[in-house]
């Protein structure tokens, strides 16, 4: 399956954030996320596994508990059901890969 | 996990072609794979599902007999055992995600 960037969708979630959903099938799913300064992916937690590839600006980002500072070609591995969340502290855009796929995503 | 880039060791696959394995951990893995001018990745599969994003550069994709060009933002969902490989058009660098973790890079 090819997904063209120009092809896919921005959804607004408020709060400074926006998601394309990108390719995905089978079992897996990638997700860009935007997000402006300052803003916030709360604390939350899923029973999804989820790598996350920081693709522009910074972030501090917190995994059960540790909080780092992440740029652009960091990568973080959440395993499933831990908590996780992030506050953007330059404009960015990160891409998060799940398996399995979020379904709560495309209803 | 976190794992950040300047950690993270560059492979020589030969051929115009370096790897950087990045975050895994459970079933999951990241891999970024550069490539020069011309270099291939040819034809191959295997039973792992992939996505891929291209981080940058252009590619001529082939999944499974169909080739298309991409370039940064597009993806590509490969389902496990699909034939796949590419040919790289202008220098540039994609991002793989496996499920399950791709055990041979591991050895």
Sequence with gaps: MFIFREQTQIEDLGNGVTR?????????????????????????HHPHEQLT????????????????????GDTLYKKPDVVHGCVCL????LLDTFTPQREDFLS
Tied chains: 1, 2.
Excluded: C
């Design 20 to 44: 394309r959903i990108l390719a995905h099938g089978g079992g897996m799913m990638a997700v860009e996320v935007t997000f402006e300064k300052d803003a916030v992916g709360p604390l939350h």
């Design 53 to 72: 590839y920081v693709l522009s600006g910074r972030f501090a980002f917190t995994i059960d508990g540790e909080t780092h500072e992440v740029s652009a």
């Design 90 to 93: 330059e404009p960015g855009v």
